[in-house]
């Protein structure tokens, strides 16, 4: 695979929604009006990532963590969650959008479970934008369950215990069927990852804002990419390699 080292769009954009709570609560609203908002800014950034030419957009929508909230904001998040896929599937057909949901979904109810699985079987043939939702999804989650199905799967786990890669583990996450990102955008003005994608995150540009999820717009996107496209991606090399290689990959 070629790396490019400055490319201008990024193949795969992740976000961290972080901030509906805080939105509402300077509003004098319940917390769940900024989850509902929240919504609405998840299609305008869908939206604007397909106009980009983003390939991949993976959203964290309800972290393991999550469950822990009180019981009424947990329910709220749920039916938005159901509304969401029962409104919306039509539309994101439309726009060439395929829609899988990552994370441990037993942990949902079977309403959920099965509007789920339709809606991955209804976009299952788009290809203009891979959209992800992590739902009831932990980065530390992820890689256990790897390891889980790895030794499950293995003729002979002392061999495997031996000679397991980086790749083999990496092909049984949730995400195996994306490039690692290549740009982690949070909102709300935290700087840390909370259990997102910690193993494709290794060498993520980390883009944080301010701006609260329901305020984050087709502008504020823009900015991020436009941040993003400053960036040198070094992977671990010097600078004077990476211009030697750009250099290299124009020539051929
Ligand atoms: C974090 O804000 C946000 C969440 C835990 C939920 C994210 C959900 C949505 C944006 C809506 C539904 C999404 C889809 C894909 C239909 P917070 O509540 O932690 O905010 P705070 O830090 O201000 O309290």
């Not at 929240?38 to 390939?55: L, S, W």
């Not at 957009?57 to 938005?80: G, Y």
């Not at 919306?88 to 829609?99: A, D």
């Not at 999820?213 to 991606?233: G, V």
Request: positive net charge; aromatic residues 8%.
């Amino acid at each position: 695979m070629t790396r490019q080292t400055r490319p201008t769009v990024p193949r795969h954009v992740a976000i961290i929604m972080d901030g509906n709570g805080r939105w509402a609560t300077a509003r004098h609203l319940p917390r769940v009006a900024g989850h509902s908002r929240g919504v609405d800014a998840v299609r305008a950034v869908i939206e604007q990532a397909g106009r980009r030419g983003v390939e991949y957009l993976t959203l964290f929508a309800f972290s393991s963590e999550n469950w822990k909230r009180p019981q009424d904001e947990v329910s709220t998040l749920m039916r938005l969650f159901v509304n969401a896929l029962q409104k919306e599937v039509g539309r994101l057909g439309e726009n060439g959008v395929r829609m899988r949901v990552v994370g441990e979904l037993a942990a949902f109810d079977s309403q959920l479970q099965s509007l789920i699985r339709d809606a991955e079987r209804q976009t299952m043939h788009n290809s203009r934008l891979q959209l992800t939702i992590c739902a009831s999804y932990g980065g530390r989650w992820d890689i256990v369950q790897s390891v889980r199905s790895l030794i499950a799967a293995a003729a002979d786990p002392r061999e495997l215990a031996r000679a397991l890669t980086e790749r083999q583990l990496a092909e049984h996450l949730g995400l195996a069927f994306a490039p690692d990102p290549d740009l982690l955008i949070r909102t709300g003005g935290e700087q840390r990852i909370s259990n997102f994608l910690l193993w494709q995150c290794a060498y993520s540009e980390l883009y944080f804002t301010h701006t609260l999820w329901p305020d984050f717009d087709a502008a504020a996107f823009d900015a991020a990419l436009a941040w993003f496209a400053t960036r040198e991606r070094r992977f671990g090399q010097t600078s004077a390699q990476v211009s030697r290689s750009a250099a290299e990959q124009l020539r051929a």
